[in-house]
């Protein structure tokens, strides 16, 4: 009988493990070691920091990751600020099959692939394209208008992405506050405001963390959007780390980068965490 | 036509465990650019041999990575250009030599067959053979921007803006040229070569407030020059050639400083499996016939002796409107790529990315 | 002396389906007032206009003698203990009971020693900084009061609050909702479903069904003198038969039940006619037992029947009889002597009650 519980264990575990060793474990602990290695000739290599001095030591790669971290996290901000009053909307306001088409509507736009949506937003914001011959069209500009290309495109794009993966967690937990407890604080003399901080808010938080990790580290990670919308100026950390495995030949700096991105974005999440007093248990489950 | 694919972070993951194939009827699973491998050619050569080929579309940099993600394996012929094959060749050890004897010389333009040969040699044995080739220059809209004779003079007044090229190493060397600098010559050299390179660097960091985006597929460049949001542009041939069918203005058109040649070769990666079909293969593609099948359908011409006689004549007229005899003996070919090049040109390329 | 709350001609429609239908009642200074019904009667809709959370559709809300329609929910001077309590789960104790307090303004020294007094008043000194969750039914019961209470407000709403609770703790906070109230010596106003709860605590008592008040008096008033079939019905236990009257004559009546029983029983001054369907309700302890007809002589109903059987509860206990004629089950209470306990399944028993305690209505909706 035991036995049988044990050799159950084993065989439910054995997918996970697999799935951990062989797709997560492994190819980092190798990514680790490639990144260790400095080449010195051809087919030379020894065991060195030489990789991770190099993003120290030249400023375009810390800047191209701080710009990254700091548009991600922009990114993530304004997610946060439009999926709110959404998220609240569809959770306590919106009943039945209002409900369920405003949440259909936040997932249309994942029936696409990523690219597809993204040449939607290109055609959108070309200087030849839809808004640009509207505002010539109603007069409001003179010639043609190029909104591609630039911060602000990417920082759209990026939001855009992101959106569903804020909305999702936003509902869910704010579907879990009785409205009775909103209108206890209408009751005893809150103001809308003062309800939002008080009570919504801290009790959306942990929705609000777990939904604002996922979208930082969408971004973070994201490739597409960034070089596609941004154009000449579109610098991205992915970006970088792409050109070094596959245009550079040099996947040592590349598993660096990786390494660092992976290292840092850590620190990150773990400080949002620690500055909102949230746990990653609490936020998680 | 080239078309780079510019997604594919998944490629290092790609290793395939492939089935092997049956000896005499193989599968050749072959990694080459657009347009080089039309349904019609592989349906005729499928119908002639009883082999059966899968097709990936790729490019240089990508063939190359995704070779050296599986050490040489998942594939039986690439083609990857010319001078990229003796330093990866060197560094990575991916291809392996060409049996010559089982090649059909006499298919070949023999002076390319030669120069190619030359090239690819690596400790005294060949691994490649060319295919197609072709050039990049300039893609204009000349009725807007007929002042642009050269890389150069894309950082002008007149087409600021309004002008695009790719940030990749052969707008780096077409710069180089263009300031009057020979970086072929500078090749062996490192320091020399980083010294031009930071020229150009300073030039593209210059230039940037002229350039309207770096495309990175040849379908981008198309929409931005067809819709005249971008009137000047480094671009291959082919794509000046396929604009100039709908609107005549646009041409492509070679540089003062000469056009960049490049050739495309066929060559075997390390472990591929099905190497008598991928000769099988080469020797059926290079037939005169063929060879203008694929021309037809990637708008660039081969190292095939003879097909010029088959191919479309509005394409000779055009490449022969682009290219007038002094212009072709102006064009830079490639020389192959020294290990170790593209780290100094990866920092220039990240700069300029960086620069506002 | 105005009352606390009054409301005048209060309706509420949501669509075609009216809610509330013209209501009007008033609760006097400092009493507790209980709104009893049926689930979906309209009571609940009514506690949220008091509360300012719903707009009725017509009518008025006076609260010391002002109307508060144009007050929204945060500015009106009554507060609401909700069914499922809505405590803030992000704040402790203290800070929930000073939520209100933080609200209109109030310093923070006086907000904690205005706690500290409402925690005294509760019976639960000190725990301020406790947890919501760590607190059991009862306690989380009376830091709502307590949350509500701060705020000095003019009426409190209690929305079925004893709800969750389980049936000991529900006794003892009955008790001690009442003993609340009387020590803040607010206005209450409870609505509930349970019978039971509306009876043991209230001054007053509105019975409501379908949006209306059946009824608005005293316990006693409800349980001795129900003056509607509905409330005869639904407060207290009542057996209850249904015929055609044969015979009025002053205070007394004659029905005939459809299994063909004559049964009597009073009017109360409401008009009967002769003809007319109706029907009688007698309560449970009204009707005495006994082992010959001679007991029962002076009862002008008396049956012969079968315990059909006991239903043992204590001092509650009661038998089922099955009347000879069929007319169904008729539910005695046990004399609590102890008299009858070796009564048996089976057993025959007379069973007798004066006409004046059928309680006979017109046949109507109810």
Known sequence: ?285 | MRHPRTICLSSITISVAMIAAPVSAETLRLLTWGGYAPEDVVAKFEAETGHTVEVTKSNNEEMIAKLRATAGGGFDLAQPSQDRIAGPQEEFGIYKPIDLSKIDATLFIPSMLAATQENTTVGGEVYGVPHVWGTSGLVLDTSMAGMVQDYADLCGEDVAGKVSYRLKRPTLIGFAFSMGLDPFTAYGDEAAYTEIMEQVEAKLIDCKPNVKTYWGGGDELMGLVRSGEVVASMAWDTGGWKLNADNPNITFVAPASGALGWVDTFVLPAKGRADDAAYDWINFVMRPEIAAMITAAAGNFTASQGADEFADDALKARYQASFPPEAIDNIKWYPPVPAGLEAIEGGVLDRVKAAN | MTPDLECLNLTKGFGDMLAVDDVSFAVPRGSFFSILGPSGCGKTTIMRMIAGFLEPTSGDIHIRGRSVLNTPPNKRPVNMVFQHLALFPMMNVAENIGYGLRRAGMAKPEIASKVDQALDRIGLPGIGPRKVSELSGGQKQRVAIARCMVLEPDVLLLDEPLGALDLKLRERMKVELKALQAAFDTTFVYITHDQSEALVMSDRIAVMNEGRFEQVGTGQDLYYRPETAFVAGFVGDSNRWSGRIERVSGDEMEMRTDSGMLMRGATHDRPLAVGQRADIFVRPEAIRIARSDDDLAHFDNRITGRVESLLFNGAASRILVQDASGSGEIEVNLPQSGEFAGLDRGSEVRIGWSGAQGNCFAAGKA
């Not at chain 1, 030591?57 to 548009?71: D, G, H, I, K, S």
């Not at chain 1, 996290?73 to 304004?78: E, F, K, S, V």
């Not at chain 1, 055609?123 to 909104?147: C, F, H, K």
């Open chain 1, 1 to 285: 009988m035991r036995a049988e519980a044990k050799l159950g264990l084993i065989l439910l575990l054995t997918p996970l493990l697999l799935w951990l060793s062989l797709l997560i474990l492994i190819p980092h602990v190798d990514m680790f070691l490639v990144s260790l290695r400095e080449r010195v000739g051809v087919n030379e290599y020894r065991i060195s920091l030489a990789n991770y001095l190099t993003f120290i030591n030249e400023p375009l790669y810390l800047r191209t990751f701080v710009r990254t971290a700091v548009m991600s996290t922009i990114a993530t901000i304004i997610t946060l600020l439009i999926a709110f009053p959404v998220s609240y909307y569809i959770a306590k306001i919106a009943r039945g099959r209002v409900q369920s088409a405003l949440f259909l509507l936040c997932l249309v736009p994942f029936w696409v692939s990523e690219l597809v949506r993204t040449f939607g937003w290109m055609i959108l914001l070309r200087e030849t394209g839809l808004i640009s011959n509207l505002l010539q069209y109603t007069g409001l500009a003179d010639g043609p208008v190029e909104m591609l290309y630039n911060d602000a495109a990417i920082m759209v794009g990026l939001v855009y992405t992101s959106m569903l993966f804020m909305v999702v967690p936003l509902v869910t937990t704010l579907e879990s506050l009785p409205d009775e407890v909103v209108e206890a604080g209408y009751d005893l003399g809150g103001s809308w405001f003062s309800i939002l901080r008080e009570i919504i808010i801290p009790h959306a938080a942990p929705g609000i963390v777990s939904g604002s990790i996922v979208v930082f580290m969408l971004s973070l990670g994201n490739y597409l959007t960034p070089t596609m919308l941004g154009g000449k100026d579109s610098l991205w950390f992915t970006e970088l780390i792409y050109s070094q495995f596959i245009v550079r030949f040099n996947w040592e700096l590349g598993a660096a980068f990786g390494f660092l991105l992976l290292g840092l974005s850590s620190a990150i999440v773990w400080g949002m965490l620690k500055l909102t007093g949230q746990t990653l248990e609490k936020t998680m489950g």
